[in-house]
């Protein structure tokens, strides 16, 4: 007499809890391991938002194949067989625990480094990864066959494993990151890993005794209906998977280069795209899908108009909270389309294979293209508009006949608007774009004409804040947007006066005065009445020969403290800021003070371990990601290198302005944990003097009396460094972004 499994398992709980823990387990690894190992890759490449971006592309190619894996295993082989291939691919991939980088692992310096980037991953990673990656398609796809009463329509399981994806990426940076340091955390991965492949056993234990009379007929009818599916069904799957997929790290890549660049924020809009994933493949979808089309386009309008045409002068975390409001609706509406779609579970494989290869594309587009087309980051705003084309809803032929009128005069008027007089301009083409925003609302039913609209409103904002900033030059790296600018200021006799600024996203890294007179002043954070011109002003009858380090360029303005007899070397990570700087058209600090200054490409600390020890008399460090310094440059170790390539009487100047960390706190504990001297000065300008700004800046020395003419001086208000006792000291081990944010 013969028994199946599945006649007594048909309601048992216990099978959906096995499979849903396997799901759940496997996207917690995968949204563990991502954070991880960002992080221990982020210090040989500068701590630039690229680097995630790149991470997200391995991920996300890895993820692609995983699921083509997935798909060919579960078509093309019996149960029985998938179960023998997937058991010793597992074995295969225990070659690469524990994880680590490989040894020697050196990042180019004259070339970019993506490809470096993705091949550094892939050996350290690529075999767990991708084990990893196959579990979410292929565990669905044999639940689908064990015979349960919900076997039919597995898809909720999707919505267990984004929930673990969801649940691991919040508790990297509040749980993790503060108590557990990365050697750790690398072993427990390791461990997590090996209970991921005992709960697969069990799910491939259950599927080895289910029912095995129709499965090779099952298989045939799965290989037969997917050619039924039609291109255009699958087309429309791959955009609505592709637009979130390039939308989440356009707008990744916008808030680091636009709004803030703080690696924190980089997880926000990759867990607003996961919660998505949970809500839509919920049994709620049927009621929320439809309330997320009614709200988009109302949410667009302020959106727009705060955000594009006319930002305000809002906080930060304001801003943010407007895009990151946008960019939920966008991807709930594609997100919610794509689970009404859903297929039979013959196609289950041929679904999930289709939404990752179109967030492999997605991240591609990001990382591989739109870098070397735009000079900016244009690619979200063209992904807003993508995402609005893909709204459900009627075409209008007829539409761009009412469209073209308005638009044509918009457009005319900011043609014939010279950079002169376009203030004059400005007020009424605000009004007018604000206007057409609030039209758009008429067409939300028709997702071309939303779309179209929506898109030549936001074009024409960014072309004309691009021609109120007086942008000389701007460029797109693997680091960020660079952006030279010319601006005017009233001088000390009150006329007006044209000088240059350097942007790196939305900090100023550095300005020079144009005059003959003035072009050789340090200004911004390194002004003579600042920290830096103090410093050297104090010192000025001893540093006749000193060998001086700089670590940032930014537009060259420390060079100016030279003098004849001093060695100088300068550190940039960032090729195109050396182009900058050196190019007299913008910023001529290096051309006229920089005649004995040496230049060094790379990241600082591997730079730094190349020159002799006891070399420098001043290091200073003054590298920003935008406005973030990379958490490497901070660590205890990274202090203990700059103080052995330090002479004994050596001083290192700390720059730490910075509008969201308080960078002190963990400068303070690492100099208190190496019993190093350290004064502080947190400078205001006592009196309007132009492009003199105030600015925050540490020194530390290894004996208390090196500092003591700076601290004694008239020049600055320079004081002990404050204790602190909330926080462990940073070590390449071990960084906590949270406990110092402001």
């Not at 490989?102 to 075999?127: C, K, Q, R």
């Amino acid at each position: 007499m013969s028994h199946h499994p599945e006649a007594t398992t048909d309601r048992n709980l216990s099978l959906i809890f096995l499979f849903a823990a396997t799901l759940f387990t496997s996207a917690s690894l995968m949204f563990v391991l991502q954070p991880l190992f960002g992080k221990i890759l982020l210090p040989l490449l500068g701590g630039s938002p690229a680097v995630w971006n790149t991470c997200m592309v391995f991920y996300q190619s890895i993820l692609f194949l995983g699921y083509l894996y997935a798909h060919y295993l579960s078509t093309r082989y019996s149960r029985h067989r998938q179960i023998q291939i997937h058991t010793a691919l597992i074995l295969i991939s225990f070659l690469a625990l524990p994880l680590a980088l490989p040894e020697n692992t050196v990042p180019p310096t004259d070339s970019n480094p993506t490809f470096w980037l993705l091949w550094t991953l892939f050996l350290a990673i690529g075999l767990p990864f991708f084990v990893v990656s196959t579990t979410a398609p292929l565990i669905q796809k044999w639940f689908a066959n064990v015979g349960h009463h919900t076997s039919h329509d597995p898809y909720y399981l999707y919505a267990a494993s984004n929930t673990g994806s969801l649940i691991a990426l919040l508790s990297y940076p509040f749980l993790l990151e503060p108590n557990v340091g990365l050697a750790n955390q690398k072993s427990y991965w390791t461990v997590g890993y090996l209970l991921l492949c005992l709960l697969i056993a069990g799910c491939a234990f259950v599927l080895w005794k289910s029912r095995q009379t129709t499965e090779q007929q099952e298989n045939v009818d799965a290989v037969t209906d997917e050619n039924n599916l039609s291109p255009a069904t699958k087309l429309h799957w791959l955009a609505l998977a592709f637009v979130p997929s390039s939308l989440l790290l356009g707008l990744t890549n916008f808030i680091s280069t636009d709004i803030a660049s703080v690696p924190l924020l980089w997880i926000i809009p990759l867990t607003l795209y996961l919660l998505s994933f949970v809500i839509v493949f919920s049994k709620w979808n049927d009621k929320i899908h439809p309330l997320m089309v009614k709200l988009q386009p109302i949410f667009l309008l302020p959106f727009i108009a705060y955000a594009f045409i006319n930002p305000a002068d809002l906080p930060y975390w304001a801003y943010l909270i407007l895009h990151l409001i946008a960019f939920f609706f966008a991807v709930m509406v594609c997100h919610g389309e794509l689970a009404k779609l859903r297929p039979h579970t013959r196609h289950l494989t041929t679904f999930y294979l289709i939404m990752s290869f179109a967030g492999m594309l997605g991240g591609m587009f990001n990382t591989f293209v739109a870098p070397f087309v735009f000079n900016a980051v244009y690619e979200y705003p063209i992904m807003i508009i993508a995402a609005l084309l893909l709204r459900p809803g009627r075409l209008n032929s007829s539409l761009q006949q009412i469209i073209a009128p308005a638009l044509l005069v918009i457009a005319g008027i900011i043609v014939h608007a010279t950079v002169d007089n376009l203030l004059q301009y400005f007020d009424a083409i605000v009004i007018s774009l604000i206007g057409l925003t609030f039209l758009t609302y008429l067409f939300r039913a028709r997702p071309v004409g939303f779309a179209l609209m929506t898109g030549a409103i936001i074009f024409l904002a960014l072309g004309l804040h691009g021609l109120s900033s007086h942008t000389l030059y701007q460029e797109r790296t693997f680091f960020g947007v660079l952006a030279v600018r010319e601006a005017v200021l009233t001088d000390e006799q009150g006329k007006p006066e044209s000088y240059h600024e350097l942007f790196h996203g939305t900090t100023k890294h550095g300005a020079q005065r144009l005059a003959a007179n003035l072009s050789q002043i340090p200004l911004t954070y390194y002004s003579r009445p600042g920290p830096m011109g103090q410093l050297f002003k104090e010192y000025d009858n001893n540093n006749q020969a000193w060998n001086i380090g700089v670590v940032g360029l930014g537009a060259g303005a420390l060079a100016c403290y030279a003098k004849d007899q001093q060695n100088w070397t300068l550190y940039e990570i960032d090729p195109l800021v050396i182009d900058i700087a050196g190019n007299p058209a913008y910023f001529s600090y290096l051309s006229q003070c920089a005649h004995n200054a040496a230049m060094r490409v790379g990241d600082a600390r591997l730079s730094l371990e190349k020159e002799p020890d006891q070399h420098f008399d001043l290091l200073v460090m003054d590298a920003f990601s935008s406005d973030s310094v990379p958490t490497h440059l901070l660590t205890k170790e990274a202090l203990e290198l700059y103080f052995k390539k330090l002479k004994p009487n050596g001083m290192l100047a700390f720059h730490m302005t910075n509008r969201h960390l308080s960078l002190k706190k963990v400068l303070s504990i690492n100099a208190e944990a190496l019993h190093l001297a350290a004064l502080i000065q947190e400078f205001k300008p006592q009196q309007d003097i132009p492009l003199v700004v105030a600015t925050d800046w540490v020194v530390m020395a290894k004996h208390a009396e090196t500092l003591e003419p700076l601290r004694l001086s008239r020049l600055g208000n320079w004081q002990k460094m404050p204790l602190y006792f909330d926080m462990k000291p940073w070590t390449d081990d071990f960084t906590n972004i949270v406990s110092i944010w402001k």
